[in-house]
């Protein structure tokens, strides 16, 4: 007993050390390595709920495919919404890596067990908002992102670099209908100016709770998950923001944004933190219908998950027999 103790310990030792090393370098962690528990358990959750965000996400835009105003934003959107379920799926395929089944995932989700972003939780509620969510929300996903593809844990930097390659047709796609709606009739001005007002506060919390408020960010940081604090990608998405919106003739809905030139950095106006604490908690304005859809489309996708695998059945038998004759 005790012998199996010291050779558990000395396995752990020799691990930690191994994987504090790769991590030192700036070197990947692969699923086969050694990691900590609490590193694999941190990945998974993260990774997880990002996963879950691409899938829920994919609800406040294919409201608006058969509204799209034409068949070319037709196709568009509908491109970008599928690209959010491939997302959604490299992403699993990560996860699935660190010991968990898509299945069990998809159960936590479907269960209110695991999380996803609260952005998701608003309503998309006329053309514009397909313009404000590309630009701000697939915005906010960007500058999250591409950071991400150095994380240190291989399956899930590589699985962002594919994704934010598009996402940055998201954001474009947005800017585009915005830049459009923005130099249109006074009514088409408005209703761009409106649905930028009501994202523009839900995009700048996508980062995450402030620093001081973030308890689990510094760990993340030190096993160089995260690259920079929510704080500092809140500022640079701002600033990219202020930038992009003078293209576009239209106002961010915040008169506190300043260049602080002591600091460096783009300083916005107070955000309601009760408010995304309140549709983390299940309380936003769409949250009990996302569920209900996601559980509606799983069940309605049931026959599909058998086939498959029924189909899969019949090749693994056919290829055993194939192998038997052989
Ligand atoms: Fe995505
Ligand atoms: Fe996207």
């Given at each position: 007993?005790?012998?199996?103790?010291?050779?558990?310990?000395?396995?752990?030792?020799?691990?930690?050390?191994?994987?504090?090393?790769?991590?030192?370098?700036?070197?990947?962690?692969?699923?086969?390595?050694?990691?900590?528990?609490?590193?694999?358990?941190?990945?998974?959750?993260?990774?997880?709920?990002?996963?879950?965000?691409?899938?829920?996400?994919?609800?406040?835009?294919?409201?608006?495919?058969?509204?799209?105003?034409?068949?070319?934003?037709?196709?568009?959107?509908?491109?970008?919404?599928?690209?959010?379920?491939g997302?959604?799926?490299?992403?699993?395929?990560?996860?699935?890596t660190?010991?968990?089944?898509?299945?069990?995932?998809?159960?936590?989700?479907?269960?209110?067990?695991?999380?996803?972003?609260?952005?998701?939780?608003?309503?998309?509620?006329?053309?514009?908002?397909?313009g404000?969510?590309?630009?701000?929300?697939?915005?906010?996903?960007?500058?999250n992102?591409?950071?991400?593809?150095?994380?240190?844990?291989?399956?899930?930097?590589?699985?962002?670099?594919?994704?934010?390659?598009?996402?940055?047709?998201?954001?474009?796609?947005g800017?585009?209908?915005?830049?459009?709606?923005?130099?249109?009739?006074?009514?088409?001005?408005?209703?761009?100016?409106?649905?930028?007002?009501?994202?523009?506060?839900?995009?700048?919390?996508?980062?995450?709770?402030?620093?001081?408020?973030?308890?689990?960010?510094q760990?993340?940081?030190?096993?160089?998950i995260?690259?920079?604090?929510?704080?500092?990608?809140?500022?640079?998405?701002?600033?990219?923001?202020?930038?992009?919106?003078?293209?576009?003739?239209?106002?961010?809905?915040d008169?506190?944004?300043?260049?602080?030139?002591?600091?460096?950095?783009?300083?916005?106006?107070?955000?309601?933190?009760?408010?995304?604490?309140?549709?983390?908690g299940?309380?936003?304005?769409?949250?009990?219908?996302?569920?209900?859809?996601?559980?509606?489309?799983?069940?309605?996708?049931?026959?599909?998950?058998?086939?498959?695998?029924?189909?899969?059945?019949?090749?693994?038998?056919?290829?055993?027999?194939k192998?038997?004759?052989?």
């Open positions: 007993m005790t012998d199996r103790h010291d050779a558990q310990a000395e396995h752990d030792a020799e691990g930690q050390a191994q994987f504090d090393a790769l991590i030192d370098a700036d070197s990947r962690i692969e699923p086969r390595d050694w990691m900590p528990a609490a590193y694999r358990k941190t990945l998974l959750r993260q990774i997880s709920q990002h996963a879950h965000s691409e899938i829920i996400g994919m609800q406040p835009e294919a409201n608006w495919i058969t509204r799209a105003p034409s068949l070319k934003r037709k196709s568009i959107l509908i491109a970008k919404v599928q690209d959010e379920a997302h959604g799926l490299y992403l699993y395929s990560a996860a699935e660190l010991g968990q089944s898509r299945h069990e995932m998809m159960d936590d989700l479907l269960a209110g067990k695991a999380k996803y972003s609260s952005i998701f939780n608003y309503p998309a509620r006329t053309w514009a908002d397909m404000a969510i590309g630009w701000l929300v697939d915005g906010a996903a960007i500058c992102q591409v950071p991400l593809c150095r994380a240190s844990y291989g399956p899930y930097g590589r699985a962002m670099v594919r994704i934010c390659k598009e996402e940055s047709f998201h954001q474009r796609q800017f585009e209908i915005l830049l459009e709606l923005a130099n249109g009739t006074p009514e088409q001005r408005q209703m761009a100016q409106d649905a930028v007002n009501r994202w523009y506060a839900p995009a700048l919390m996508m980062f995450g709770p402030p620093d001081d408020e973030s308890p689990n960010s760990q993340s940081m030190a096993w160089k995260k690259r920079f604090s929510n704080d500092e990608l809140r500022q640079r998405f701002l600033g990219m923001m202020v930038e992009q919106v003078t293209v576009l003739g239209l106002e961010l809905p008169k506190d944004i300043r260049f602080n030139e002591e600091t460096g950095k783009w300083e916005h106006g107070p955000l309601d933190w009760a408010e995304f604490w309140r549709v983390i299940g309380s936003g304005p769409c949250n009990a219908q996302r569920m209900e859809r996601r559980r509606d489309a799983h069940a309605e996708g049931a026959w599909v998950r058998e086939a498959a695998a029924a189909y899969a059945a019949k090749q693994a038998a056919r290829a055993a027999e192998e038997k004759a052989a």
